[in-house]
């Protein structure tokens, strides 16, 4: 089943902590470097980070873009701050733009657009409005642009959010988990083509329950820890780990490659 938005589209920007998700991404960054591995590049092209975190993975286009350029974008400001440090020795040929992908236009990227190509991991699921995303992607994207990415698919963290459930909590975040089927049609009516959409399995497993404790506190449950007190939050996050039936984070894959008309 589908994880739907309350009614209004949302894009979750606020309350990140930049630094302490770089510590902890180290799951995001695998399989960024499993996307990136996807997107053909000469090594001259502009590509659009669409949600570039903390930078661990921009990090890696930029090195396939000897003679190229990248816009790192977020909506947040402590991840962009995270990302502006890391990727210092190269800012030179790094755009760094805050920005909402909802509100995401040409004029967004100025002299950069129109880019080559979009890449993007473990964002568009915080964005609940997949034909505005889409929409907002095509619209930025040169003739025959390139689109890869990957995010949260239907079923993604069903177990977790069944423990949240267990402790109490109905609603933990908001995020859409969206099918391949639903985005292969969001995609083409958005106007891309030669369009693949498939999802996996990716179970990660945390051998140290301290450090599941951070993560689900500075990722997953993030946006549920802002309603609570401080002295509550990590007694919540706690009891959640001790519902679960073992320490792993149960996520599915959304795998997408794309490209608009030529």
């Known amino acids: 089943m589908t994880a739907a938005s309350d009614a209004a589209p949302f894009s979750c920007a606020h309350e990140w902590d930049g630094a302490e998700y770089d510590r902890l991404a180290d799951p995001q960054a695998r399989w ?22 903390s930078g661990r993975v921009t990090e ?9 350029r ?7 400001s402590s991840m962009l701050e995270e990302a502006r440090r890391r990727l210092a020795p190269d800012q030179e040929r790094v755009d760094f733009v805050q920005a909402d992908l909802l509100d995401l ?3 967004t990227l100025g002299e950069r657009y129109p880019v080559d190509a979009v890449f993007s991991t473990a964002t568009f699921h915080w964005v609940t409005d997949h034909d505005r995303l ?17 995010c949260g698919a239907e079923g993604n963290i069903a177990g977790l959010l069944a423990a949240v459930q267990s402790v109490g909590v109905e609603r933990a975040g908001r995020w859409l988990y969206a099918s391949a ?17 498939w999802t996996n399995p990716e179970p990660t497993w945390f051998d140290d329950a301290e450090r599941l404790v951070d993560f689900l506190s500075t990722v997953i449950l993030r946006e549920h820890l802002t309603t609570l007190a401080p002295q ?11 519902a679960m039936p073992e320490p792993v984070v149960d996520y599915v894959r959304l795998n997408i490659v794309a490209r608009t008309r030529g």
């Open 32 to 53: 960024g470097r499993q996307v990136l591995g996807r997107l053909e590049l000469a090594g001259d092209e502009t590509v659009l980070d669409a949600g570039c975190g």
């Open 60 to 68: 890696e286009l930029l090195d396939r873009l000897p003679d190229g």
């Open 70 to 76: 990248v816009v790192a974008l977020d909506a947040s």
């Open 105 to 107: 236009a040409p004029g």
């Open 134 to 150: 889409f929409a907002n992607l095509a619209s930025v994207l040169g003739p025959g642009g390139r689109l890869v990415a990957q």
């Open 181 to 197: 089927d639903e985005t292969v049609s969001r995609l083409e009516h958005a106007g891309f083509v030669d369009v693949a959409v």
């Open 232 to 242: 509550e939050r990590r007694p919540f996050v706690e009891q959640v780990v001790a």
